[in-house]
Structures are given as C-alpha cells and as structure tokens.
C-alpha cells in the first residue's frame, strides 16, 4: 500500500504548482497545461504560471537563439551542397 511522505509545509498544491511550473519550463503549451490541471480558463493558468520578467526574458533568448540557430542551419545547408 502507498505510504505518504511525512515532509512538512509541502502540500499537494505545491506539488501542482512545481508540476505546472515544469511543464511551462519545457516548452509545454499553456493550452495543454491548463486542461491537464483542470483549470476553468487559460487565462487563470497564465497567471498563475507565466510571469512577465520571465515571459519577457524568454522572448529575447528566444530571438537571440533564432538568429544563430539560422545562420548555423544556412551553413548545413551550404556544406551539403559541397
């Protein structure tokens, strides 16, 4: 039989958030994690899991990634033809 763990101020709620957290973190779609965690609207799962400061950063690394994953995809392409 399951036993449960005996660790303190950790709660099932906290287990959800870092369960949601993760997802986001691995490029889950928010679509997908709102209805995985059964929220009423995608607009509670955003605010609950997408931060500005975050969301914002990640934008800009994402940019910055384009380009050199561009140029790095341009010159595969140019080697293949050699």
């Known amino acids: 039989m399951f036993e449960a763990p005996n660790i303190e101020g950790l709660g099932f709620h906290d287990l959800r958030h ?3 957290t993760r997802m ?9 994690i709102s209805e995985i965690l059964g929220h009423a609207s995608i ?4 605010k ?3 931060h500005p400061g975050n969301s914002l950063r990640d ?24």
């Open 59 to 82: 934008a800009v690394e994402k940019l910055g990634n384009f380009s050199e994953n561009r140029s790095q995809n341009r010159s595969h392409k140019e080697l293949e033809r050699l």
């Open 43 to 46: 607009e509670l799962t955003r």
């Open 18 to 20: 870092t369960t949601g």
């Open 24 to 32: 986001l973190e691995s490029g889950v779609d928010i679509v997908a």
């Open 48 to 50: 609950r899991y997408l």
